[in-house]
């Protein structure tokens, strides 16, 4: 078993997290508007702020244990440590880990 590293924004408050999540947002949707996009085409396509904000942590969390991506024991226990560090973002967590079929760990 891998030890879990502490998420380098751990430190950083929610509300600084979610600005960030929707100025990328913001960003995202503004390039496709420019390059001709029809917005009722995509607007549900693009994930929610708290999608993003759980992706940032785990992109974060991944690039400090030198950009190796998790194994699927490992990134249940990461996103498990999101939702604790930030109780806020739990259900979406979780409504995360149930979309892609990682409800528990596989024990071997």
């Not at 997290?17 to 949707?29: F, G, H, I, P, S």
């Not at 940032?56 to 996103?79: F, H, K």
């Amino acid at each position: 078993m891998s030890p879990i590293h502490p998420l380098p924004r751990s430190r950083t408050s929610l509300k600084v997290l979610r600005a960030e999540a929707r100025q990328e947002l913001e960003t995202v949707m503004h390039e496709r508007l420019l390059a001709g996009e029809d917005p009722w085409e995509f607007m549900e396509e693009l994930l929610t702020v708290d999608e993003l904000t759980v992706y940032l942590l785990r992109a974060d969390a991944i690039n400090s244990n030198d950009g190796q991506r998790p194994s699927p024991t490992r990134e249940y226990r990461l996103l498990r440590q999101i939702a604790l560090e930030y109780p806020p973002l739990t259900t979406v967590v979780w409504r995360m880990l149930g979309q892609h079929g990682a409800l528990a760990p596989s024990v071997n």
